[in-house]
């Protein structure tokens, strides 16, 4: 999407994905993020959350491919850089929930050549929870 493309009622839903326990400890494996919430059954099931959750940085990443996966993604043509991101958990994503997201425009500001985009997803659960927010700011060319 080019920069003239995101207008202030932009919003877009993604398809769902289910998180499964292959997700967390590929995850886990690959960033090395060993911590027994994710993958200590016997440990996790004595906390707070009553079992493994998933990684919240696993969680944003999911959400981020899903925002990848649609048809008029940000990410596609138009797109230069994600040169700032943050999200805030807001409840625990656990093995067997599937995720979707809604995104919408936040803000955008024009600069000379191009321009950057803040996007606002919201991460829900198979129950409609809101999960996580997450705001990606990324840098999108003009149309020519």
């Known amino acids: 999407m080019f920069f003239e493309d995101f207008s202030e009622n932009f919003m877009a839903k993604t398809k769902g994905r289910t998180v499964s326990e292959a997700d967390i400890v ?35 990443s999911i959400a981020t491919g899903l925002v990848y996966q649609l048809p008029q993604s940000p990410f596609e043509e138009g797109f230069i850089a994600l040169v700032g991101s943050s999200f805030k958990a807001l409840k625990s994503v656990k093995i067997g ?3 979707r997201c809604e995104v919408s425009l936040k803000q955008k500001s024009e600069r000379k050549e191009n321009g950057l985009v803040v996007l606002l997803i919201k991460v ?15 840098l999108v060319e003009k149309r020519h």
Request: hydrophobic share 40%; net charge negative.
């Open 124 to 138: 829900f659960n198979q129950r409609d929870e809101l999960v996580m927010e997450l705001e990606h700011t990324i």
């Open 26 to 60: 590929i995850f886990s494996s690959l960033t090395g993020a060993y911590n027994s919430l994710f993958l200590n059954e016997e440990y996790a099931s004595k906390t707070r959350f009553g079992g493994r959750i998933a990684p919240g940085l696993l969680t944003a």
């Open 97 to 99: 929930d599937t995720i």
